[in-house]
């Protein structure tokens, strides 16, 4: 059994590291107050977003994919 929780918390660990580098990367385009945020930071916030990855992986694709406002001409 302790194998089985060590193979999962591993696991929740590597696709939070990719997932933080990811997020590392594109901060800004998240957060506009990240923009233009130095290399200390955004290692700085690699350890968080690799702990709280899912919720990093919602919001970073929700921004990504918001879609500018359709004009108003028909």
């Known amino acids: 059994m302790g194998?089985?929780?060590r193979a999962v918390?591993?696991?929740y660990l590597r696709i939070g590291a990719g997932?933080?580098?990811v997020f590392?990367?594109?901060?800004?385009?998240v957060e506009?107050?990240?923009?233009g945020g130095s290399i200390a930071?955004?290692?700085s916030i690699l350890?968080?977003?690799t702990l709280l990855w899912p919720l990093i992986l919602v919001r970073t694709?929700?921004?990504?994919t918001r879609r500018a406002p359709k004009d108003a001409h028909p």
Not at 32 to 35: D, I, L, M, Y
């Open 41 to 43: 930071f955004r290692l």
């Open 61 to 64: 694709v929700r921004a990504l």
């Open 9 to 11: 918390i591993e696991w």
């Open 19 to 21: 997932v933080a580098i």
């Open 47 to 49: 350890p968080g977003a």
């Open 3 to 5: 194998e089985i929780i």
């Open 32 to 35: 506009p107050s990240a923009k």
């Open 24 to 29: 590392a990367f594109l901060v800004g385009r």
